[in-house]
């Protein structure tokens, strides 16, 4: 299986903050990962996929970057219904495996 | 728009199989592959697998041996058993379109006498 290796585990950071995480893949998925918001009592929602397309109906300060094994998300300012927990997700090769996941907490 | 929802018993004795329904509203069924993902403070979110409706399937190999899935399209539903379960098996269970794009909204199930 592909091993998805989320940093941080939890991010503390305020309305307006720029906010960066990152998932490293255990081998070279191309660009075939997807990023997710869940919060609580909810399914995860697709906020990103292919790496950096965006989808539809989510905002434009929600972006993604990477290829092969390295990836991040970047929100470019933070707004308080951000604040959620953020996964990834590889798609190259089942099973589909995710990241533990990103706590982004209000400071 | 396309929703989906989970129905099936939140409590499931141990050894015994654990047993789901996705009815998919909103869309049809025949045209897309369709997957089960858990979810557990322990083990975080996993894959269990997926369908298509002509009954192919991919299902996690950790989880292979005790896993079965179906589809009726008659009924625009795809069903998950799980044999054999204990309480690692405790999880809220979603079902979701293979894009990810479309989710249940989870359902809690149990495993304990």
């Known amino acids: 299986d592909i091993q998805m290796t989320q940093s941080p585990s939890s991010l503390s950071a305020s309305v307006g903050d720029r906010a960066t995480i990152t998932c490293r893949a255990s081998?070279?998925?191309?660009?075939?990962l997807n990023w997710y918001q869940q919060k609580p009592g909810k399914a995860p929602k697709l906020l990103i996929y292919?790496?950096?397309s965006l989808q539809s109906g989510v905002p434009s300060r929600f972006s993604g970057s990477g290829s092969g094994t390295d990836f991040t998300l970047t929100i470019s300012s933070l707004q308080p219904e951000d604040f959620a927990t953020y996964y990834c997700?590889?798609?190259?090769?089942?099973?589909?495996?995710f990241g533990r996941g990103t706590k982004l907490e209000i400071k | 728009q396309v929703q989906l929802q989970e129905s099936g018993p939140g409590l499931v004795k141990p050894s015994e199989t654990l047993s789901l329904t996705c009815t998919v509203s909103?869309?049809?069924?025949?045209?897309?592959?369709w997957s089960w993902i858990r979810q557990s403070a322990g083990k975080g979110l996993e894959w269990i697998g997926r369908?298509?409706?002509?009954?192919?399937?991919n299902y996690n190999p950790s989880l292979k041996s005790r896993v079965t899935m179906s589809v009726d399209t008659s009924k625009n539903q795809f069903s998950l058993k799980l044999s054999s379960v204990t309480a690692a098996d405790t999880a809220v269970y979603y079902c979701?379109?293979?894009?990810?794009?479309?989710w249940g909204q989870g359902t809690l199930v149990t495993v304990s006498s």
């Open positions: 979701a379109e293979d894009t990810d794009t479309y």
């Open positions: 292919a790496a950096s």
């Open positions: 081998q070279s998925i191309s660009t075939y």
């Open positions: 909103g869309g049809s069924i025949s045209s897309n592959y």
């Open positions: 997700q590889q798609r190259y090769s089942t099973p589909y495996t």
């Open positions: 369908i298509y409706p002509s009954g192919n399937t």
